[in-house]
């Protein structure tokens, strides 16, 4: 075979046969794909025109991404001569079929592995009859970013489709990614002053054959360009341009590279941040007292870096106390403005620390004052004597400066003085919380009540003596049939009543209601209505007696 | 006004059916009802109110139902006012509200 060429393997006719019996519209594609591949690394013949057939008829019954794969990797292995453009077309039905996740990835649902399958089996495909594959240069792009997001692989076979993307994208006749590597940090400054970058391809080998340009570098802050169309040298495996040259001001900027030297180069425009440091100085560091009252002239005092002022400085309730100072770039001279200047005051005796900002005026010189009044809450009003330190740093310094430059006696006024100056345990468990729960409402005593019951009782038994006095007529009561029932009735109902109250709710009161309410209706239309007969019976007989007088 | 009170209470007096009589007596119980738990409720306070509500609302409703629909419509002095509706179709209303107003009372209660 063609790879172990010391390994011989015979092939009996029988499985002959059954490879080449494979290769029809009843296999699916994957067993069309492996025999053809089987025969194809075997070396022996097969009918490129009948496999052909077969996969584009089994293609169209197989919708499936990873059937199309497959069908594009048997493709390259059958004949040139045979018309494998109903395959070609594909690859470019495949790329539209790619999901794009927030324009960064380019992968297919089914996962990297498909993805990267895929990515072998177009370039594969595409070598084999010379077409260029169907897919721009920012579909590669984040068709890579997809396939070598991960470092860690779950299946072997992910791993090993994602190598074979790697090479298939190393090594083809259409496309070859460009990636530039710089090495170490990309940072320049007086003692590296020289950025060096590597070229390498997807596989990381390293590519040498090619020139490097930087098309133009921008400084981030003040968007200006510093450089243009400047070609890299190479240095053994590294190309290499000396930055510090054009004495760039410190801070960031925005290199533009590209890289040229084959027409299948893709990705090989790259934007590079570069970081530019220097080394900070302190001068003009001036510490005075100032009198509040301003009658006094200031004494001032000058201080060299790294060096401590000699004797104490006093801030008080008279005097303030007060430091300016300029930073500038050692190499060029320039002000600098780095983003950590502090001054930090320690008080020795407590540990306690406060820590000011200076804040650089108009004319970049920095100033902070102290004013014993204005301040007093953030010490504490503890006095006493403080070391003054000042802190200087920023991404692009080399030199970050922690500057014990002066003690300060700082006096609070009398009667501020803190009890002890505790520090703040944050962690300390706080009192507990008693749950309180809702008190019930204070009820009336059980006397009150009880005698008020009573109260309300009596006029039920009033009524009952005056219906007694009037002599309401119990002995007009009929014992009809539909009477029972309606007084029965209306008995339940109030009795419904009761039970509603104590156990039943709405709808289930309703129910009984309308039964007992239709049953008591009934009975009571009836037994009203004899007693209507009984009375208009009763009237027309006084009438009649009446009419009987009167005649 | 005087006047007015003296020919109201003879006006009554005079009255000599059992029937509005007898309502009458429960009326004056219901009246008696209400304003001893008004009272209650004004002694002890708020907290009571809760309870205070369905007794006014049930005492004011039966009064309102008992005196005013049911007593007029049965006196027969007024028959002339109301002549579809005899006395015992006003109290079967009467029952009818009564049968309501109950329903309503113990489901604001319960």
Known sequence: MQVLSGCEVTISNETRELLLAAISEDSSVTQIFHAVGALSGFGLPLASQEALSALTARLSKEESVLATIQTLETASYLSQQADLSSIVEEIEDLVARLDDLGGVYLQFEEGIETTALFVAAAYKLSDHVGTEPAIKEDQVIQLMNAIFSKKNFETLSEAFSVARAAGSLSQNRFHLPIIVVPDGPAAVSHHQPVLRLQVTNVMSQILTQVSVKLDQAKSVSSKATVLQQLPFTLSGDFFELNFMNVKPASGYYDFSISVDGDKRFIANKVELKVKVSTEVGITNVDLSTVDKDQSIAPKTTRVAYPAKAKGSFTADSHQNFALSFQLIDVNSGAELTPHQTFVRLHNQKTGQEVVFVAEPDSKNVYKFELDTSERKTEFDSASGTYTLYLIIGDATLENPILWNVADVVITFPEEDAPSTVQSKNLFVPKPEIQHLFREPEKRPPTVVSNTFTALVLSPLLLLLVLWIKIGANISNFSFAPSTIVFHMGHAAMLGLMYVYWTQLNMFQTLKYLAILGGITFLAGNRMLAQKAVKRIAAEQSSRLAKYRTLR | ?110
Do not use: M
């Not at chain 2, 329903?103 to 604001?108: E, G, K, Q, S």
């Open chain 2, 1 to 110: 006004d005087e006047a007015c009170v003296a020919v109201f209470f003879r006006r009554f007096l005079a009255l000599q059916q059992h029937h509005l009589r007898a309502l009458d007596a429960f009326l004056l119980y219901v009246l008696l009802t209400g304003a001893l738990q008004f009272g209650y409720c004004l002694g002890v306070g708020r907290l009571c109110f809760p309870l205070w509500l369905p007794p006014v609302l049930t005492g004011g409703s039966l009064f309102l139902c008992s005196a005013v629909c049911l007593r007029i419509q049965i006196n027969p002095q007024n028959k002339s006012e109301f002549q579809g509706i005899s006395p015992e179709r006003a109290f079967a209303d009467f029952l009818f509200a009564n049968t309501i107003l109950h329903l309503v009372v113990i489901n604001f209660v319960g």
